[in-house]
Each structure stands twice: as structure tokens, then as C-alpha cells.
């Protein structure tokens, strides 16, 4: 229930499952308790607009100021007003695990 509380429209968040693992996107609606907005934009993070379960993202301490339902255009403009654009484009490293 704590991850729920950090997770607003506007929170730059960490992608943990799924082809896209590692890749920063934004929190751009909630959609439900379980379920949120995200976009990347694909074109900066190559994160594709869709709808993401609030246990597979990682919010992180950075929130951009982007209306509710913003489009990636808003998105790109916010990002760059933040000076985030370096973190946007370096995806994080997935750990690797050894399983004996």
C-alpha cells in the first residue's frame, strides 16, 4: 500500500518486469488501485504508452508537473523543462541473478 501513495500523475517511474525492465517512464493517469498510465515516450525511452500494474513500477524521487491524461508531446516538453532528459535516455542495468 506505500508504493500506491508514491504514485501520482506526473511521478518518473522505474519499469521491473517485461521487455521493458529498466526503462524510465511517467505516470501519466491512474487508471484504478492496481493499474496506471505510463509513457516513456517511446520515441525518448523507447517506453510505448500503455497501461502498467502499479507492482511492476518503481517510482523514483523525481515528479514532473504534466496535467492528468497529458500527451507525449506535454511529456517531452516537461522532461526537457526538468533537465531529465539524461536520465530518460540511460536505461538501468538489470541485476543479474545466479539461480542454483
Known sequence: ???LCMIEVGRVCV????REAGKKCVVVDIIDE????ITGPKSL????RRRANVKHVE????????PRGAS???VIKAIEK???RELFETPLKPERRIVT
Open 82 to 84: 526538468a533537465k531529465l
Open 59 to 66: 517510482p523514483t524521487p523525481y515528479k514532473l508537473e504534466i
Open 72 to 74: 507525449d508531446d506535454e
Open 15 to 18: 519499469k521491473t518486469m517485461g
Open 1 to 3: 500500500m506505500e508504493v
Open 34 to 37: 492496481n493499474f496506471v498510465l
Open 45 to 48: 525511452s523507447g517506453v510505448k
